[in-house]
């Protein structure tokens, strides 16, 4: 299971969440971003726990938990699978297999 870890503090590392995670079993990986644009650290990353019981009791164990003080947010990670973009608006994806509008 991929579990959104997110509020963290600049301070937290990828080994200080693998400790805390690893208490409830098998952590897989751990991702923390960091901006493309400006290099700047995210708030936010995503550990992966193969066991879904062990996930699930991390996550019900870690949420709200006050770490290196700021309060987590962990939850199983959404991800968007669908463009929610309107075609033909600024930003959005064009499609060319529309039918056409005529005025």
């Not at 805390?20 to 952590?27: L, Q």
């Not at 650290?41 to 991390?58: L, Q, R, S």
């Not at 996550?59 to 959404?78: C, M, W």
């Amino acid at each position: 299971m991929n579990i959104f870890v997110g509020n963290m503090s600049r301070e937290v590392k990828k080994e200080n969440l693998e400790n805390i995670f690893k208490e409830y079993g098998f952590v897989e990986s751990i991702t923390i971003l960091i901006d493309r644009i400006n290099g700047e650290w995210k708030a936010f990353g995503f550990v992966e726990m193969p066991d879904e019981k062990e996930a699930d009791k991390a996550i019900e164990s870690l949420n709200g938990k006050d770490y290196f003080g700021h309060p987590l947010t962990v939850h199983q990670a959404r991800f968007h699978t669908e463009d929610r973009r309107i075609p033909g608006r600024f930003g959005g994806r064009r499609h060319t297999d529309l039918p056409e509008i005529k005025s």
